[in-house]
């Protein structure tokens, strides 16, 4: 019963790397966000997308980049690690569309745990 | 300036008692939706309950319930007779209905419960 899906649950990268994270969501859902979380700060959104190969700025963009060929796969880019993006990372997805009820909210994926050394 | 505020980082409750998490909003939006996720260990966010803000009765799910004091802006969970697996980080989290199709929420920096035996 998985509906949003984070590739991996751990991650250990080493600075400079370019590194990709992957979340696949089967619910046909238009908006996918990825945030970034870190202890005290909460969630931050990073990027997020409503569309195929649509994209917008979150609050925190820079040092990320995000690609969204398929309407089903969201991924987050790390052009160059840096041990300062060392977080856990959270994949979500969402209707689109003002008319949609309020009380729909996330669905989560299960997160990324990065640690870049 | 902060929509979502969640002064309490930690809280400790003994098992079987009743605990409350404190959440706070800002908005000036009148037709906005509530929700609360908990985070455990695993690093999956779970959704709880919702509360729209125009719903007269306070939101009830099982064990949880939602104390919401609209003048005040105020959304507190209370979880009743605590249990060890309660023991998560918990959020607080809103979407305003002129925040646009993207219906993207807004997230307080959460707060850590542990449940003692």
């Known amino acids: 019963d998985v509906k949003v899906t984070q590739s991996s649950r751990y991650l250990v990268k080493r600075t400079g790397e370019k590194v990709f994270l992957e979340c696949v969501q089967d619910?046909?859902?238009?908006?996918m966000f990825w945030y970034r979380q870190d202890p005290g700060l909460g969630l931050r959104l990073i990027y997020f997308?409503?569309?195929?190969?649509?994209?917008e700025k979150g609050d925190i963009p820079e040092g990320y980049s995000v690609s969204r060929e398929k309407k089903e796969r969201f991924s987050l880019i790390l052009e160059s690690a840096s041990t300062n993006q060392t977080s856990m990372y959270l994949c979500?997805?969402?209707?689109?569309?003002?008319?949609?009820?309020?009380?729909?909210?996330?669905?989560f994926g299960s997160g990324t745990r990065l640690t870049v050394v | 300036a902060q929509k979502i505020t969640q002064t309490q980082p930690g809280m400790f409750v003994q098992e079987k008692e009743a605990v409350t998490l404190d959440c706070t909003y800002d908005?000036?939006?009148?037709?906005?939706?509530l929700f609360w996720y908990k985070q455990p260990s695993s690093g999956e966010m779970i959704f709880l309950i919702y509360?729209?803000?125009?719903?007269?009765q306070n939101a009830t799910e099982g064990r949880y319930s939602l104390n919401f004091q609209k003048a005040r802006k105020s959304a507190n969970l209370v979880i009743s007779a605590s249990q060890l697996g309660d023991s998560a980080m918990y959020f607080c989290?809103?979407?305003?209905?002129?925040?646009?199709?993207?219906?993207?929420?807004?997230f307080g920096t959460g707060t850590l419960l542990a449940v003692q035996p």
């Open positions: 619910m046909d859902h238009e908006n």
């Open positions: 509360q729209g803000s125009y719903d007269e």
């Open positions: 997308s409503y569309d195929v190969k649509m994209k």
């Open positions: 979500a997805s969402s209707l689109y569309g003002q008319e949609t009820p309020l009380r729909y909210g996330y669905t």
């Open positions: 908005t000036s939006d009148q037709s906005y939706g």
């Open positions: 989290a809103m979407r305003e209905r002129r925040g646009g199709a993207t219906n993207k929420l807004i």
